[in-house]
């Protein structure tokens, strides 16, 4: 019998923690580098080292334990570890598949590069650029006899073809709503470039949707690539409130999403899990931003496939073939549970305990608590996955609706403008 696999996972947040209970399961050893000794992760690790996710030398370390070395996220110090791979350490996906994907300016270029459909953007920077100056009427001719006067300094103007609302994002750093803001007029912009470094943020046009979609995707080391359903996502303040899987897709609209994923994975060579959160409306599918890593979106899967993303990740990374992804229950519904008062730093194994009790008794609910410290307002403390039963579209979209409701009962939203609740 050959030793269980070892792999070493950089993160120990609570996608760690899903994936060393996934690893247990599995009997893979999970060795895992994360600064908090109270981090979710810890706690199913085989080993852990207590350091930034940025210390090089603790990744050295972490890659001595094990066959091959993950990330729980994309804040990752690529050429701090280029040393590391130099020396052959094993990193899936590799950190030349990473290079494109660790800030949302990098992925706008790579989708543009491969001519995938995705908003139109420009660098922030870019609206301190003088504007093209007009041709003379007369051709020119008698430019040299007008003396120029001296240049004024500019106004901050918006690139051609892009006007207000827009989206503007902190290329890297950003999560869950946070490095993100609305820009619908000139002293919103002039407002932001107040406050930041123009050079780390990019601006988007403000895309008209109908719903938001997501899909987990996987390339395995032999080049195969698989996907989980297609979900619809719906967001509360820019942070992820629920997802329905599946979402009821044309078959052309899920094989499109599917050929995104698997040219994406393919050209980058990229082995491991690559999560998709993409637009619909009436332009079509648009992407709307890559995430390395499995993903929220993604959760559902633990209990409603066969496959979980972590599974996926795990096969990937050690090396094993994978195989497609099949619900085992006709959808599920996945609700994120966001902090919804204002507490301190509570015993986090106490914390909402009566409203995870409720959770946990509802029919076919599967409730999942990161165990946190501090329950901070809007922050991701936890989930749960309620199983569905009706198999047509429509009754399974109105059963998941009224399971929302049911949650919504027990876990209130966050104080702020109420979700839409509708499809």
């Known amino acids: 019998m050959g030793a269980a696999p070892s792999i070493g996972i950089v993160g120990g947040g609570q996608l760690a923690w899903m994936l060393a209970e996934a690893a247990r399961r599995r009997g893979v050893e999970l060795h895992v580098q994360t600064p908090g000794a109270q981090d979710p992760a810890v706690s199913l690790a085989t080993s852990v080292i207590q350091a930034d996710v940025r210390d090089v030398a603790a990744t050295r370390e972490l890659a001595s334990r094990c066959s091959a070395v993950s990330f729980e996220n994309e804040w990752v110090d690529l050429d701090g570890l280029a040393p590391l791979a130099a020396d052959g350490v094993r990193f899936f996906p590799n950190l030349e598949a990473l290079r494109p994907l660790v800030c949302k300016r990098s992925q706008r270029e790579l989708l543009n590069r491969f001519n995938l459909p995705s908003p139109a953007w420009f660098p922030l920077e870019r609206v301190h650029e003088p504007p093209e100056p007009a041709e003379p009427a007369d051709g020119g001719s008698n430019a040299a006899a007008i003396p120029n006067p001296a240049p004024a300094a500019a106004s ?6 892009f006007a207000y609302p827009l989206m ?11 490095g993100t803001a609305v820009l619908r007029s000139d002293a919103d912009l002039d407002g932001l470039l107040a406050r930041v470094d123009a050079s780390n943020w990019i601006v988007e046009e403000f895309v008209s949707f109908e719903l938001e979609l997501a899909v987990v995707a996987a390339r395995d080391q032999f080049g195969d690539v698989v996907c989980l359903p297609v979900v619809q996502t719906h967001q509360h303040q820019q942070v992820c ?21 698997a040219s994406l994975l393919t050209a980058l060579n990229y082995v491991g899990v690559l999560s998709i959160e993409l637009f619909y409306g009436p332009r079509g599918l648009m992407i709307n931003e890559l995430a390395p890593r499995t993903h929220n979106s993604g959760h559902y899967s633990i209990e409603a496939c066969d496959l979980s993303q972590f599974d996926l990740q795990l096969l990937a990374v050690s090396g094993q073939q994978l195989s497609e992804p099949a619900l085992q229950s006709p959808g599920a519904l996945m609700v994120n549970l966001l902090g919804f008062e204002a507490r301190g730093a509570e015993d986090p194994a106490a914390a909402y305990e009566g409203q995870r009790q409720a959770l946990a008794a509802l029919p076919d609910a599967h409730l999942h608590w990161y165990g946190k410290a501090g329950a901070s307002l809007g922050r991701k403390l936890g989930h749960v996955t309620l199983l569905l039963q009706q198999r047509d579209p429509a009754a399974r979209r109105q059963e ?3 399971r929302l409701e049911q949650v919504r009962q027990i876990w209130p939203l966050p104080p702020g403008s109420e979700a839409d609740q509708s499809a």
């Open 156 to 161: 901050p103007q918006l690139p051609p073809g």
């Open 400 to 402: 998941a609706m009224e």
């Open 241 to 261: 409130d629920w997802v329905l899987a599946p979402y009821e897709a044309p078959h052309a609209l899920q094989q499109a999403v599917r050929n995104m994923a």
């Open 168 to 178: 503007a994002k902190a290329a890297s750093g950003g999560y869950d709503g946070k």
